[in-house]
């Protein structure tokens, strides 16, 4: 992966090139980070502190991993993250943590953001964020499940940065030498939740990633939906066990919400991806793919909207949604089936530019349409 683009970020007339920093590249990033260490200096910033270059190295080698910025073939920019130990260092903070969270976490560094940027005039304000995001994915492709950043406290620049990331506030803790510490944290495994406009009737809809326990409610939800469709061909319904199974382990629901007063908000529209488990069902086998790329397959499940909230695109909505979080999970194909009569999800389909791969008898003989996806 290390010689891979991660992400290619287009700036104005600038083009960076996100990647991860090679083992003959570190020379040059421990100079990026002691050529930013003294600029922040000079002007005063408490925003970090300079470690060895010892450290260094082994969080950019076999304790962690460093995301670089390239404009004009210079680095300009070096993102660090450390995944080894990092258990122990989250125990020290004394503030609530599963085992489970403790182990799969990987820290944005000890006690600050570790992102170093020189020449940074020119470089734009949001390249951070971008790196931020480039490191998530790389975790991620390695199996870690949560980020978290400890920083001075108080440091505003940084608790910034992190709160445009989508990062929690988790709580403040003391060290030994009475130094106070604010602990940010993200779990990388969720859909970032939005609001969607709607109309006078329903002036928005939250749309949020569903959690484990509220997998018998979206069953529910998907029964009685099922029961009002005229024609059952439309639609293959799965058994509660495998839908458990999607919104627990296999894959992840995406939920629509709408207020009905108060605190208060009612299920309006689920959507489904299955992202594992997938088997001799993987819809990539249409397209031929190795058994490599079968395992970036993702399928776009089941969509289904509440009555009384079609026609507001919410099911639109709902995949777009999966779409980024597939995306950011390194998923390349996104594939789905229609009933060619089902109008409405055949024309969501192509309204989001997917293509028709196939047509086949599925599901017990039902005609399916099969999509294909690209990203």
């Known amino acids: 992966m290390e010689d891979e683009i991660i992400e290619i970020y287009e700036y104005n007339d600038q083009t960076l090139e996100l990647s991860l920093v090679t083992e003959e590249e570190i020379p040059e990033a421990l100079e990026v980070v002691r050529d930013t260490f003294e600029r922040t200096k000079n002007k005063k910033c408490k925003v970090f502190r300079l470690e060895s270059d010892e450290k260094m190295r082994s969080y950019m080698t076999d304790k962690g991993f460093a995301v670089k910025a390239m404009r004009y073939g210079e680095m300009v920019a070096v993102f660090v993250v450390q995944t080894e130990g990092v258990d122990k260092i989250l125990a020290e903070?004394?503030?609530?943590?599963?085992?489970?969270?403790?182990?799969?976490?990987?820290?944005?560094?000890?006690?600050?953001?570790?992102?170093?940027?020189?020449?940074?005039?020119?470089?734009?304000?949001?390249?951070?964020?971008?790196?931020?995001?480039?490191?998530?994915?790389?975790?991620?492709?390695?199996?870690?499940?949560?980020?978290?950043?400890?920083?001075?406290?108080?440091?505003?620049?940084?608790?910034?940065?992190?709160?445009?990331?989508?990062?929690?506030?988790?709580?403040?803790?003391?060290?030994?030498?009475?130094?106070?510490?604010?602990?940010?944290?993200?779990?990388?495994?969720?859909?970032?939740?939005?609001?969607?406009?709607?109309?006078?009737?329903?002036?928005?809809?939250?749309?949020?990633?569903?959690?484990?326990?509220?997998?018998?409610?979206?069953?529910?939800?998907?029964?009685?939906?099922?029961?009002?469709?005229?024609?059952?061909?439309?639609?293959?319904?799965?058994?509660?066990?495998?839908?458990?199974?999607y919104v627990a382990t296999a894959g992840f629901a995406v939920k629509a919400e709408a207020p009905v007063g108060g605190h208060e908000y009612e299920l309006a529209g689920i959507f489904i991806a299955r992202t594992s488990e997938l088997g001799e069902e993987n819809l990539g086998k249409y397209l031929n793919l190795n058994e490599e790329e079968l395992t970036r397959v993702a399928h776009m499940e089941i969509a289904m909207v509440d009555e009384e909230f079609r026609g507001r695109g919410l099911q639109k909505e709902l995949m777009k949604t999966a779409e980024e979080h597939l995306k950011f999970l390194g998923y390349h194909w996104l594939m789905g089936t229609a009933h060619?009569?089902?109008?409405?999800?055949?024309?969501?389909?192509?309204?989001?530019?997917?293509?028709?791969?196939?047509?086949?008898?599925?599901?017990?003989?039902?005609?399916?349409?099969?999509?294909?996806?690209?990203?």
């Not at 530019?353 to 690209?374: H, M, N, Q, S, T």
């Open 93 to 245: 903070t004394g503030l609530e943590l599963s085992e489970e969270e403790r182990k799969s976490a990987a820290l944005i560094y000890s006690w600050y953001p570790m992102t170093y940027i020189r020449n940074g005039e020119g470089v734009p304000v949001r390249l951070i964020n971008k790196m931020m995001r480039a490191a998530e994915k790389v975790m991620w492709d390695r199996g870690i499940h949560y980020a978290a950043g400890i920083i001075d406290y108080g440091v505003a620049r940084a608790m910034g940065t992190f709160g445009r990331s989508r990062y929690e506030e988790r709580g403040d803790f003391q060290k030994e030498n009475g130094e106070m510490q604010t602990l940010f944290w993200k779990d990388l495994k969720k859909v970032e939740s939005h609001l969607m406009n709607g109309d006078d009737d329903c002036p928005w809809f939250r749309i949020e990633q569903a959690q484990e326990q509220e997998g018998p409610e979206i069953y529910n939800f998907m029964q009685r939906i099922y029961e009002g469709i005229p024609d059952k061909s439309w639609f293959s319904m799965d058994k509660e066990e495998k839908i458990l199974r």
């Open 340 to 375: 060619p009569e089902n109008v409405y999800s055949v024309n969501n389909f192509r309204k989001l530019g997917y293509e028709i791969v196939a047509k086949d008898l599925k599901y017990g003989g039902l005609p399916r349409y099969v999509f294909c996806k690209k990203i």
